[in-house]
Nanobody, 117 residues
Framework: VQLVESGGGLVQAGGSLRLSCAAS????????MAWYRQAPGKQRELAAY????????RYANSVKGRFTISRDNAKRMMYLQMNSLEPEDTAVYYC???????????WGQGTQVTVSS
């Protein structure tokens, strides 16, 4: 199983980035997916979540209205469009695939997002 994130980088406050997660080794379409993030000195937190079909999403209050999660099951890809970025969004962003019913959790290696003020 591999989850590979890309698209991180350095951006000024107010800017945008689009993160991508490429999945292999799993039947992607049956997994709920999520983006988590971990800022220096803080616990990892859920940023955005999308169900296996893509029909339902939820967001952390801190990113609601600025971030959009999406997926393409045919391409086995997940995305996070991040707009109006703030310095507080600086973190390592992790791709997560889960099947709660089977107690399965897979993680990517993370991609760094740094927002300068």
């Amino acid at each position: 199983v591999q989850l590979v994130e890309s698209g991180g980088g350095l951006v000024q406050a107010g800017g945008s980035l689009r993160l991508s997660c490429a999945a292999s080794g799993i039947l992607f379409s049956i997994y709920d997916m999520a983006w988590y993030r971990q800022a220096p000195g803080k616990q990892r937190e859920l940023a955005a979540y999308i169900t296996s079909s893509g029909g339902s999403t939820r967001y952390a209050n801190s990113v609601k209205g600025r971030f959009t999660i999406s997926r393409d099951n045919a391409k086995r890809m997940m995305y996070l469009q991040m707009n109006s970025l703030e310095p507080e969004d600086t973190a390592v962003y992790y791709c997560n695939a889960k099947r709660t019913s089977d107690h399965i959790d897979y993680w990517g290696q993370g991609t760094q997002v740094t927002v300068s003020s």
